[in-house]
C-alpha cells in the first residue's frame, strides 16, 4: 500500500508565500517523477510543476518565476515552495508521484491540500 500524504495549504494573503509538502510512505522500489497539479472549482486539473528522480524541473507558464518545485529522494518527499502568490493560484493542490512496485510503474495522487489567496 502506497500513501502520498500532503501538508502545508492554507490561508495567505496576496504576495504571501506557502510551502507546500508531499511523502510517499509503503512498499515504493523506486519513484519516477513527482509533480505537483491543482484544480479549481469548475476547472480542470492542471499540472503546476514536476520534477524527475534526477531533478530536471518543469512548470506552468503561470508559475515560472514564483513557484519552486525540489525534492528529497532520501526521504520520497516532494515540495512545493509558492511565493508571490495571486488572486488565481487558490485551488486544490494535489500531489502526483510515477511509482516502481515489482517492476511496474503505478500512478499514485494524494488527498490535495487547499490553498487560498484572500487579503
Known amino acids: 500500500q502506497v500513501q502520498l500524504v500532503e501538508s502545508g495549504g492554507g490561508l495567505v494573503q496576496p504576495g504571501g508565500s506557502l510551502r507546500l509538502s508531499c511523502a510517499a510512505s509503503g512498499s515504493i522500489f523506486s519513484i519516477n517523477t513527482m509533480g505537483w497539479y491543482r484544480q479549481a472549482p469548475g476547472k480542470q486539473r492542471e499540472l503546476v510543476a514536476r520534477?524527475?528522480?534526477?531533478?530536471?524541473?518543469n512548470y506552468a507558464d503561470f508559475v515560472k518565476g514564483r513557484f519552486t518545485i525540489s525534492r528529497d529522494n532520501a526521504k520520497n518527499t516532494v515540495y512545493l515552495q509558492m511565493n508571490s502568490l495571486k488572486h488565481e493560484d487558490p485551488a486544490v493542490y494535489y500531489c502526483?508521484?510515477?511509482?516502481?512496485?515489482?517492476?511496474?510503474?503505478?500512478?499514485?495522487w494524494g488527498q490535495g491540500t487547499q490553498v487560498t489567496v484572500s487579503s
Open positions: 502526483n508521484a510515477v511509482i516502481g512496485i515489482l517492476s511496474r510503474w503505478y500512478d499514485y
Open positions: 520534477i524527475t528522480s534526477g531533478g530536471s524541473t
